[in-house]
């Protein structure tokens, strides 16, 4: 009678995706959860949530993803659907498009930089950044 849509089991158990400092990922990354960065990634992340790279966290390569906090270092594309909060002691070195940005004083910020209000930034079949036209 009441057919109820059942809840991804990452939002059931509400845990985060970690990778801990002293790892090493040379790869792409795509996931549906939250995800929380304390280690390194050589290679591309994308993900329907939120990212964290922790204060010890680096990436070098592109990144897509709804939200982001970054503590730690990145250089590559970024594509935030949301916001990106740039914490006080991160270092990001490339292209930025977001939809709002938050940068705290202190913080190494050395990247273009394309807010997109009216704009949605989605991922393609393949797992690749896509800008398109929001409708």
Known sequence: MFDKKPKPYTDLLGKTNRIVEGTTIKGDIISEADFRLDGELIGNFNSKGKLVIGPLGIITGDIV?????????????????????????AVIIGEVTVGKLSVEPGADFSATCKMQSNSKITLANDGQPKTGEGK
């Open 65 to 89: 993803c709804k939200n982001a906090d970054i503590e730690g270092k990145f250089k590559g594309k970024i594509q935030v659907l949301e916001i990106l909060n740039v914490k006080q002691k």
